[in-house]
C-alpha cells in the first residue's frame, strides 16, 4: 500500500517539479542574455596565436 503511494503520487509530483524547475531555470537563462564585450582587443588575434605557435 505504501509503495503504491510512493510509486504513483510521489513520482509524479517529484517529476513536475522537476519539470518546472528545469523549464523555469531555462527560461531565466534566456532572459537573462548575454552580455556585449567590453573588453578593446590590443592586437590582431592571428599575430598573437602565430606567436604562441612559434615560441
Given at each position: 500500500m505504501f509503495t503504491?503511494?510512493?510509486d504513483g503520487p510521489?513520482?509524479?509530483f517529484s517529476?513536475?517539479?522537476?519539470?518546472i524547475g528545469v523549464i523555469w531555470r531555462l527560461i531565466s537563462i534566456i532572459r537573462l542574455g548575454v552580455p556585449g564585450d567590453l573588453a578593446v582587443p590590443r592586437e590582431?588575434?592571428?599575430a598573437g596565436g602565430m606567436r604562441t605557435i612559434l615560441s
Open positions: 503504491d503511494f510512493i510521489f513520482w509524479t517529476v513536475s517539479v522537476f519539470a590582431d588575434g592571428g
